[in-house]
């Protein structure tokens, strides 16, 4: 963001401005007179620690977070459109129903983050350069980052750029991620059951363990994906979407079975 972009240069304030503006944020949400929520749209707070305070229905529009200490943040229902995330902790951050359209979050950490029902589509950021209204079209960017045991449940990340991403024991139930680009993406031991992946790029995925049962894998590109060990539904294993995935041979999966009910055996004898 900033004129490299070609946007206006961001607001810049002094650290005790921002604590009055959380002040009153805090009033606002205790519903204490004079209380006003926070109103930070297009505003610099690279770098700046706000773990563990209650932002929820915030203003973060087209922000700079960058590198923001967020941990244990709660964000419910904040707008965070086209905000600027990268390389931000997020860590157990609480983004419930948030609005994160065309936000990036390129290399945030987002480990053990909740982000059920957050709204991660591609926006469109409108603002005035002095002369006129300015438009641009962003998509949602999570790549790089670390999303691990994250809650993804109901997340709406339709077209979204996602590779790249450590999403290993995250839950991404129901999540709608049609047309989103999620190649080489980590997703073992993911839920991913009931997700719409129609049209998606799986490409390189690794999703050892995984939850598929359910998913929309209609017209998905998996070349290259691992699935061993995850669970597919019987019709999906023979469809052309996952022709060109790395899946394990029947035989092979008997074999580790056999295994396993062998050396149980062989504990319970002991």
Do not use: Y
């Not at 209204?133 to 045991?149: G, L, N, P, Y």
């Not at 719409?196 to 390189?204: F, I, N």
């Amino acid at each position: 963001m900033g004129d490299e972009d070609g946007m206006a240069d961001l607001k810049k304030i002094t650290r005790a401005e921002l604590n009055e503006i959380l002040a009153l944020h805090q009033g606002a949400l205790t519903n204490q007179r004079g209380g006003r929520l926070a109103n930070l749209e297009f505003h610099d707070l690279a770098n700046e620690e706000l773990s563990d305070i209650d932002l929820s229905r915030a203003d973060f529009t087209g922000a700079s977070l960058q590198h923001a200490m967020l941990a244990k943040t709660i964000f419910t229902q904040a707008t965070l459109f086209c905000a600027d995330l990268r390389v931000a902790n997020l860590r157990r951050a609480n983004m419930t129903r948030s609005n994160l359209r065309g936000a990036c979050m390129r290399g945030a950490d987002l480990s053990d983050a909740i982000m059920v029902d957050a709204d991660m589509r591609e926006g469109v950021l409108a603002w005035h350069d002095g002369t006129a209204s300015q438009f641009e079209h962003r998509k949602a960017e999570i790549s790089a980052a670390i999303a691990a045991r994250a809650d993804f449940t109901g997340a709406k990340m339709a077209g979204s750029f996602v590779a790249q991403t450590d999403f290993t024991d995250s839950v991404m139930r129901n999540a709608n991620l049609s047309g989103a680009d999620m190649r080489n993406c980590v997703f073992v031991g993911a839920q991913l059951d009931g997700a719409d992946l129609s049209g998606a790029t799986m490409a390189g995925a690794d999703l050892r363990s995984a939850d598929l049962s359910g998913a929309n894998i209609e017209k998905a590109d998996f070349e290259g994906a691992e699935l061993t060990g995850a669970i597919v539904d019987p019709e999906a294993l023979s469809a052309p979407e996952l022709s060109a995935a790395i899946k394990p041979s029947p035989n092979a999966e008997k074999g580790e079975q056999l295994d396993e009910i062998l050396a149980a055996h062989r504990q319970w004898a002991n």
